[in-house]
C-alpha cells in the first residue's frame, strides 16, 4: 500500500493538535518559570499544567471547553503523545551521557546496594499491601497474588525521566548522589519493567517458564546490543562526523534506532535510550571530547519537548476520584507504604554501603520520585484488569504526590552533603572541560 494512498490528517484534527500543543507548551512554560522562582524545578508546573487543562481542574470546571479543545478521541490525543515521546527518549538518552560509567563502576557495590534496597523493601511492602487491600478493589476476576504483585511492583519502580529531570533543574547530576541514584534508579526499573511484563502474562493466561527466560533474553540481547553495536558506531560517528549538526543528527539517529530495538525486544523503548546515552558517554570520555555537540537538542529538550511531554502526561491525571471518603484513608495508606518503602530501602543500601545518613536520604527522596513511569504502570493495569478505577487513582496518586515531594526534599538533604573533588571535576567534564586527572587527586 503506497503513502499516497494513506489519507492524511484532516483539517479540523491538525487545528486541535496545534491549539493543544500550544496551550500546553504556553501553560507548561508559565508555571515552569513559576516553579523555578519558587525554588522548585520546572517539572513541577509543567507537571501542573497538564493537571490544570486535563480532567481535573478543566473537565470539571468548563466541561464544554474541555471537550472541545481536548476530545475524547484516541487518535487525537497519540498525535500528542507522539511528540511527549521523542521528549522522554531525548530526555532519558542526554540522562545517560550525564552518568559516569568509572563512578558506576568504582561505586558498583554501593550501586548494587542502594538499588536492590530501594527495590526488594518496597517491593515487599507492596505485596503485603495488596493482600491486605480489600478484594473489591483488584479487578474483576483477578488473582489476589497476581493484584498484590502489582502492588508491589507499582511500588518499587522509579520514574528515571522525572529524576533525571529533578537532577538537571537542579544541578545535581555531576554530583556522587546524582550518579548513584541514575544507576540505581536504572536497575530497579529495569527490574520494574521486567516483573510487569511477566505480571501481564500472569494476567493473561497464568505465568510460564518461556516468559521468564524470553525476558532474561531480551535483557541480554539488549545489553549486546549495547557494547557491540551502539558503542562502536558512536565512537565512528564522534570521530568522523564533521561538523555539529552532523553529529547532531548521527547521534539522534543512533538513539531512536536504539530505542527502536529496545521496544522491539519487549522491552520499553527508553531502557534503548539510556543505554544509548551512556554508550555515547563511554566513547567521549575515552577520546576526551566533550558532548557540546549535543547542546542544541539539549535546549530544544528543555525549552519545548520535555515540558510538552510532562504537561501531556498530566492530562490523563484525574484528581477528583480523590473526593470519595471511602477511597481517600486507603490511598493515603497506599502512599505511605510507597514513600516509606523507598526511603527505607535507599537509606538501609546506604548505610550498609557506610555513606552518611544525609547521603542515604537524598537518595531515598531522588529514587521516591515515580512519576510518570508510575501513570504507565497503572494505565496497564487497568488495561489487563488487574486494577479497577479506584485503585488505578490510587497508583496515580503516588506518581503525583512523591514528584512533587523530591524537589524540596532533595534541596533540603543535599544542603548538608559535602561537594567533593571529583564532584567538581565531573561538572566541568559534562559542560565540555576536560580537567587534567592530577586536579581531581588534589
Given at each position: 500500500m503506497s503513502a499516497a494512498a494513506v489519507a492524511p490528517l484532516s483539517s479540523h484534527a491538525v487545528l486541535l493538535f496545534l491549539l493543544q500543543a500550544g496551550a500546553l507548551l504556553a501553560l507548561a512554560s508559565a508555571l515552569g518559570t513559576l516553579a523555578v522562582r519558587w525554588r522548585m524545578p520546572a517539572l513541577v508546573g509543567e507537571l501542573t499544567a497538564g493537571v490544570l487543562l486535563g480532567p481535573s481542574v478543566l473537565g470539571s470546571l468548563a466541561p464544554a471547553l474541555s471537550d472541545r479543545l481536548f476530545p475524547r478521541d484516541a487518535d487525537q490525543l497519540h498525535l500528542l503523545d507522539a511528540v511527549g515521546l521523542l521528549g522522554v527518549l531525548f530526555l532519558v538518552a542526554l540522562a545517560g551521557t550525564q552518568v559516569d560509567l568509572g563512578l558506576v563502576r568504582r561505586q558498583s557495590g554501593t550501586a548494587l546496594r542502594v538499588s536492590l534496597g530501594g527495590l526488594v523493601v518496597p517491593l515487599a511492602g507492596g505485596v503485603g499491601l495488596g493482600l491486605l487491600l480489600p478484594a473489591g478493589l483488584a479487578g474483576p476476576g483477578t488473582d489476589p497474588v497476581v493484584f498484590a504483585l502489582f502492588m508491589g511492583v507499582a511500588m518499587c519502580v522509579s520514574a528515571i525521566p522525572v529524576i533525571a529531570k529533578t537532577l538537571t533543574d537542579m544541578n545535581l547530576m555531576h554530583r556522587r548522589v546524582g550518579q548513584l541514584t541514575m544507576a540505581s534508579a536504572v536497575f530497579d526499573d529495569i527490574c520494574g519493567w521486567v516483573m510487569l511484563s511477566l505480571l501481564s502474562a500472569m494476567a493473561a493466561s497464568g505465568l510460564h517458564t518461556g516468559d521468564v527466560v524470553r525476558s532474561v533474553l531480551s535483557l541480554v540481547a539488549a545489553g549486546t546490543a549495547a557494547v557491540w553495536v551502539?558503542?562502536?558506531?558512536?565512537?565512528?560517528?564522534?570521530?568522523?562526523?564533521?561538523?555539529?549538526?552532523?553529529?547532531?543528527?548521527?547521534?539522534?539517529?543512533?538513539?531512536?534506532?536504539?530505542?527502536?530495538?529496545?521496544?522491539?525486544?519487549?522491552?520499553?523503548?527508553?531502557?534503548?535510550?539510556?543505554?544509548?546515552?551512556?554508550?555515547?558517554?563511554?566513547?567521549?570520555?575515552?577520546?576526551?571530547?566533550?558532548?557540546?555537540?549535543?547542546?542544541?537538542?539539549?535546549?530544544?529538550?528543555?525549552?519545548?519537548?520535555?515540558?510538552?511531554?510532562?504537561?501531556?502526561?498530566?492530562?490523563?491525571?484525574?484528581?477528583?476520584?480523590?473526593?470519595?471518603?471511602?477511597?481517600?484513608?486507603?490511598?493515603?495508606?497506599?502512599?505511605?507504604?510507597?514513600?516509606?518503602?523507598?526511603?527505607?530501602?535507599?537509606?538501609?543500601?546506604?548505610?550498609?554501603?557506610?555513606?552518611?545518613?544525609?547521603?542515604?536520604?537524598?537518595?531515598?527522596?531522588?529514587?521516591?520520585?515515580?512519576?510518570?513511569?508510575?501513570?504507565?504502570?497503572?494505565?496497564?493495569?487497568?488495561?489487563?484488569?488487574?486494577?479497577?478505577?479506584?485503585?488505578?487513582?490510587?497508583?496515580?496518586?503516588?506518581?503525583?504526590?512523591?514528584?512533587?515531594?523530591?524537589?524540596?526534599?532533595?534541596?533540603?538533604?543535599?544542603?548538608?552533603?559535602?561537594?567533593?573533588?571529583?564532584?567538581?571535576?565531573?561538572?566541568?567534564?559534562?559542560?565540555?572541560?576536560?580537567?587534567?586527572?592530577?586536579?581531581?587527586?588534589?
Open positions: 551502539v558503542r562502536p558506531v558512536a565512537r565512528r560517528v564522534l570521530r568522523r562526523a564533521r561538523g555539529s549538526g552532523a553529529v547532531l543528527t548521527s547521534l539522534v539517529v543512533l538513539i531512536l534506532f536504539s530505542a527502536a530495538g529496545s521496544q522491539a525486544l519487549g522491552l520499553e523503548a527508553i531502557v534503548g535510550a539510556f543505554a544509548c546515552g551512556l554508550a555515547i558517554r563511554s566513547v567521549a570520555s575515552e577520546g576526551g571530547q566533550g558532548l557540546s555537540a549535543l547542546d542544541p537538542l539539549r535546549r530544544m529538550l528543555t525549552g519545548v519537548l520535555a515540558p510538552l511531554f510532562f504537561a501531556t502526561a498530566g492530562l490523563r491525571i484525574d484528581l477528583t476520584a480523590l473526593a470519595d471518603a471511602r477511597l481517600a484513608p486507603l490511598a493515603l495508606l497506599v502512599l505511605a507504604v510507597a514513600v516509606l518503602g523507598k526511603f527505607a530501602g535507599a537509606f538501609l543500601g546506604a548505610v550498609a554501603s557506610r555513606m552518611t545518613r544525609w547521603e542515604g536520604l537524598a537518595l531515598g527522596a531522588a529514587l521516591n520520585a515515580r512519576g510518570v513511569i508510575e501513570v504507565v504502570i497503572a494505565t496497564a493495569g487497568l488495561r489487563m484488569g488487574v486494577l479497577t478505577s479506584a485503585s488505578y487513582t490510587m497508583v496515580v496518586l503516588v506518581a503525583v504526590v512523591t514528584s512533587l515531594m523530591a524537589p524540596p526534599l532533595l534541596r533540603w538533604t543535599m544542603a548538608r552533603v559535602e561537594t567533593t573533588a571529583e564532584d567538581e571535576h565531573r561538572l566541568a567534564v559534562d559542560r565540555g572541560i576536560w580537567a587534567p586527572a592530577r586536579a581531581v587527586e588534589k
